[in-house]
């Protein structure tokens, strides 16, 4: 859109078909904080997707009184890059600047409302009146009022006040869709009204450069505690255990609020902590974060309560452990006892031995060699599907009448049903419309390939990949849908096991499929999580960068042969490769693979003796020769007899 609301809709700037014209509303840059850089990256990632996006933010946030911090980045450099189409029309003093922005978000096809405190409520009810938002049961037969979609960081905040409940409940009750962070959010949010509620991991937005190298160090250990001091937060029982553990320092690196931040300098003060505890107040610029991970040995996040935070996240793209409280997403980001530990909330026994445990020798430098990069892509793009998917609205009412009792198959596919968009697919492709060079079962071999795919996936009208070789294996496989499927009324149930990394599902709710996503690791394979009968699924995919490794593939072969109706799909990517017999499959085996498929009545869709095995040793021949390894990636489509 080039202004929202100013005549008829600018065409997409990817060209896609399958693009939203989505509007944003939520605080950016210069207001600091992690839901202003989640906010700004959100926007970054649709675009990228392909989508038109506008982010609609505020000139004027929050009165003094309601934040006693900063609300402005001091200096002025942005935590996250800027998004370039943001338009800073909203005040706090201004409630005609609320109705003024929302007249022009009425031809958008989603408004996309970050939620962090009530006291904006009021703000975002207005500016949705104005847009036409009437939430779902107001909505007219031709569906052209933008959907609603509301991201809330805090359902309510952490330290609630009288009315807070009321006034987020009026606002979750309009929603089409509530997008949360963690379980418990979740059963608030359905406390509160919302009709249709989806848990997504929050995805990495982390300030700060790469990281620094870490100096040799023989003294204390060394923890940090990063970002506003508040009472829920737990910092002040963090500097009550350190009396009782000597040799050990902190450093307390964030704005210091009310009682909580006089709590913590009354603390640090006493002189059983003297020289161990340092407590620098004020806003940490993104551009000092590394040089601190680098001086200190452990993060500490002694939370009384959560709901989801960057600095696991943070931490770990910096190398260092996490001593972290059981509450809200922690138990998922730190594996405790191997990268990090864990400890009861407000439990100062268990903190106190837990920081005895990570003082002792080696223990903090053998859990920091555990520590794994966070994946800083997959969960953007799993984010993304799960905006994209709830910006269609399902195909029947929460109003419905009660079915009867249905088994394991029938309640799938009616739940992919109630999945289906109203106004049927976004793309009609059919053969025709796609390359003939688009095959079924193909080798990737070079590079150029990949990004011939991915352009292609452009010119069809699909959404965006950032991953050229991701856009090869689902570009080959939504063909496959296409061609050999042939599912016109897109009623099939497609079950996708590929991860956040692959288009795959996207594309395939382009055409008007619903996909079930499942994040899947190791042996685990769709069937045994879904708990379904025989011959009951029409698609079983899983493709790079999640694919079929040789350590899975064989169960995974086995377990889709079953699942799999007559005339229905195993697509899956095998990376092929001498040098890892964990991860690829020698070339030599794959004959191998395609026996065992057919003895298991897998049909392969496509020629492998021919052309595809003839590129293969091509590729081996280019790497010098027999001896040396040959790596591709292996695109398989099989059809169930």
Same mark, same amino acid.
């Given at each position: 859109?080039?202004?929202?609301?100013?005549?008829?809709?600018?065409?997409?700037?990817?060209?896609?078909?399958?693009?939203?014209?989505?509007?944003? +509303?939520?605080?950016?840059?210069?207001?600091?904080?992690?839901?202003?850089?989640?906010?700004?990256?959100?926007a970054h990632e649709l675009a990228d997707a392909g989508h038109d996006v506008t982010l609609v933010s505020w000139s004027h946030l929050y009165p003094a009184l309601l934040y006693p911090g900063e609300q402005a980045v001091p200096g002025?450099?942005?935590?996250?890059? *800027?998004?370039?189409?943001?338009?800073?029309?909203?005040? &706090?003093?201004?409630?005609?600047?609320?109705?003024?922005?929302?007249?022009? #978000?009425?031809? +958008?096809?989603?408004?996309? /409302?970050?939620?962090?405190? *009530?006291?904006?409520?009021?703000?975002?009810?207005?500016?949705?009146?104005?847009?036409?938002?009437?939430?779902?049961?107001?909505?007219?037969?031709?569906?052209?009022?933008?959907?609603?979609?509301? $991201?809330?960081?805090?359902?309510?905040?952490?330290?609630?006040?009288?009315?807070?409940?009321?006034?987020?409940?009026?606002?979750?009750?309009?929603?089409?869709? $509530?997008?949360?962070?963690?379980?418990?959010?979740?059963? !608030?949010?359905?406390?509160?009204?919302?009709?249709?509620?989806?848990?997504?991991?929050?995805?990495?937005?982390?300030?700060?450069? *790469?990281?620094?190298?870490?100096?040799?160090?023989?003294?204390?250990?060394?923890?940090?505690?990063?970002?506003?001091?508040?009472?829920?937060?737990?910092?002040?029982?963090?500097?009550?255990?350190?009396?009782?553990?000597?040799?050990?320092?902190?450093?307390?690196?964030?704005?210091? &609020?009310?009682?909580?931040?006089?709590?913590?300098?009354?603390?640090?003060?006493?002189?059983?902590?003297?020289?161990? +505890?340092?407590?620098?107040?004020?806003? +940490?610029?993104?551009?000092?974060?590394?040089?601190?991970?680098?001086?200190?040995?452990?993060?500490?996040?002694?939370?009384?309560?959560?709901?989801?935070?960057?600095?696991?996240?943070?931490?770990?793209?910096?190398?260092?452990?996490?001593?972290?409280?059981?509450?809200?997403?922690?138990?998922?980001?730190?594996?405790?006892?191997?990268?990090?530990?864990?400890?009861? *909330?407000?439990?100062?026994?268990?903190?106190?031995?837990?920081?005895?445990?990570?003082?002792?020798?080696?223990?903090?430098?053998?859990?920091?060699?555990?520590?794994?990069?966070?994946?800083?892509?997959?969960?953007?793009?799993?984010?993304?599907?799960?905006?994209?998917?709830?910006?269609?609205?399902?195909?029947?009412?929460?109003?419905?009448?009660?079915?009867?009792?249905?088994?394991?198959?029938?309640?799938?596919?009616?739940? $992919?049903?109630?999945?289906?968009?109203?106004?049927?697919?976004?793309?009609?492709?059919?053969?025709?419309?796609?390359?003939?060079?688009?095959?079924?079962?193909?080798? !990737?071999?070079?590079?150029?390939?990949?990004?011939?795919?991915?352009?292609?996936?452009?010119? !069809?009208?699909?959404?965006?990949?950032?991953?050229? /070789?991701?856009?090869?294996?689902?570009?080959?496989? #939504?063909?496959?849908?296409?061609?050999?499927?042939?599912?016109?009324?897109?009623?099939?149930?497609?079950?996708?096991?590929?991860?956040?990394?692959?288009?795959?599902?996207? &594309?395939?709710?382009?055409?008007?499929?619903?996909?079930?996503?499942?994040?899947?690791?190791?042996?685990?394979?769709?069937?045994? $999580?879904?708990?379904?009968?025989?011959?009951? #699924?029409?698609?079983?995919?899983?493709?790079?960068?999640?694919?079929?490794?040789?350590?899975?593939?064989?169960h995974v072969v086995g377990q889709a042969s079953w699942a799999l109706r007559s005339g229905g799909l195993l697509l899956l990517t095998v990376p092929i490769g001498d040098d890892d017999p964990d991860f690829a499959v020698r070339p030599?085996?794959?004959?191998?693979?395609?026996?065992?498929?057919?003895?298991?009545?897998?049909?392969?869709?496509?020629?492998?003796?021919?052309?595809?095995?003839?590129?293969?040793?091509?590729?081996?021949?280019?790497?010098?020769?027999?001896?040396?390894?040959?790596?591709?990636?292996?695109?398989?489509?099989?059809?169930?007899?």
């Amino acid at each position: 859109m080039s202004e929202p609301g100013e005549g008829d809709a600018a065409a997409s700037p990817s060209g896609s078909d399958a693009s939203l014209r989505v509007a944003i +509303v939520g605080p950016t840059h210069p207001f600091k904080g992690g839901v202003a850089s989640h906010t700004t990256t959100l926007a970054h990632e649709l675009a990228d997707a392909g989508h038109d996006v506008t982010l609609v933010s505020w000139s004027h946030l929050y009165p003094a009184l309601l934040y006693p911090g900063e609300q402005a980045v001091p200096g002025g450099a942005p935590d996250v890059p *800027p998004f370039p189409r943001t338009l800073r029309v909203l005040s &706090w003093a201004r409630p005609d600047t609320w109705v003024r922005a929302g007249r022009r #978000l009425r031809d +958008v096809d989603v408004i996309v /409302v970050v939620h962090v405190v *009530p006291v904006v409520v009021p703000a975002h009810l207005a500016l949705l009146r104005a847009a036409g938002v009437g939430g779902s049961g107001s909505r007219g037969p031709g569906g052209a009022v933008p959907r609603l979609v509301v $991201v809330a960081h805090n359902v309510l905040p952490h330290e609630p006040g009288p009315g807070d409940r009321r006034l987020v409940s009026s606002l979750l009750r309009r929603a089409d869709a $509530v997008v949360v962070h963690s379980d418990e959010q979740a059963r !608030l949010a359905a406390e509160l009204g919302a009709h249709r509620v989806r848990e997504v991991d929050l995805p990495p937005h982390l300030p700060g450069g *790469p990281r620094e190298e870490r100096p040799p160090h023989e003294g204390p250990l060394r923890l940090l505690s990063l970002g506003i001091v508040r009472d829920y937060k737990g910092i002040d029982l963090l500097v009550d255990a350190l009396r009782d553990v000597p040799d050990v320092t902190l450093t307390v690196a964030g704005e210091l &609020w009310g009682d909580a931040g006089r709590r913590v300098r009354e603390l640090a003060a006493d002189p059983r902590l003297a020289g161990r +505890v340092e407590v620098h107040g004020g806003y +940490v610029p993104s551009e000092r974060i590394a040089g601190l991970m680098a001086r200190h040995d452990a993060v500490v996040l002694p939370y009384r309560s959560a709901t989801a935070s960057q600095n696991v996240l943070l931490a770990r793209a910096h190398g260092l452990p996490v001593l972290a409280s059981a509450v809200g997403t922690f138990p998922r980001q730190v594996r405790d006892g191997v990268d990090g530990l864990l400890v009861p *909330p407000a439990d100062r026994p268990a903190l106190v031995e837990a920081l005895r445990r990570l003082a002792a020798p080696g223990v903090a430098a053998a859990l920091a060699a555990e520590v794994r990069p966070p994946d800083l892509s997959g969960p953007w793009a799993h984010y993304v599907g799960a905006i994209e998917a709830l910006a269609a609205p399902p195909a029947f009412d929460d109003a419905e009448p009660a079915r009867p009792p249905m088994g394991r198959v029938a309640r799938l596919r009616s739940t $992919v049903a109630g999945l289906r968009a109203r106004r049927g697919p976004v793309l009609e492709l059919t053969p025709m419309d796609l390359p003939e060079q688009l095959r079924a079962t193909d080798l !990737l071999t070079v590079d150029a390939e990949a990004v011939e795919a991915a352009e292609a996936a452009r010119l !069809l009208g699909l959404p965006r990949a950032k991953d050229p /070789v991701a856009a090869w294996a689902a570009l080959g496989a #939504l063909a496959a849908l296409v061609r050999v499927l042939d599912d016109r009324g897109r009623t099939g149930v497609v079950v996708d096991e590929s991860g956040g990394g692959s288009p795959f599902s996207r &594309w395939a709710r382009a055409l008007g499929f619903a996909p079930v996503e499942l994040e899947l690791t190791g042996r685990r394979a769709a069937i045994e $999580v879904l708990d379904v009968d025989t011959a009951s #699924l029409d698609v079983v995919a899983r493709l790079h960068p999640g694919g079929c490794t040789a350590s899975d593939v064989d169960h995974v072969v086995g377990q889709a042969s079953w699942a799999l109706r007559s005339g229905g799909l195993l697509l899956l990517t095998v990376p092929i490769g001498d040098d890892d017999p964990d991860f690829a499959v020698r070339p030599a085996d794959v004959r191998g693979v395609l026996a065992r498929a057919d003895d298991l009545g897998l049909t392969l869709v496509g020629d492998v003796d021919g052309d595809v095995l003839d590129r293969m040793r091509e590729a081996r021949a280019s790497f010098g020769g027999s001896d040396s390894p040959a790596y591709a990636v292996l695109r398989l489509t099989f059809r169930r007899r």
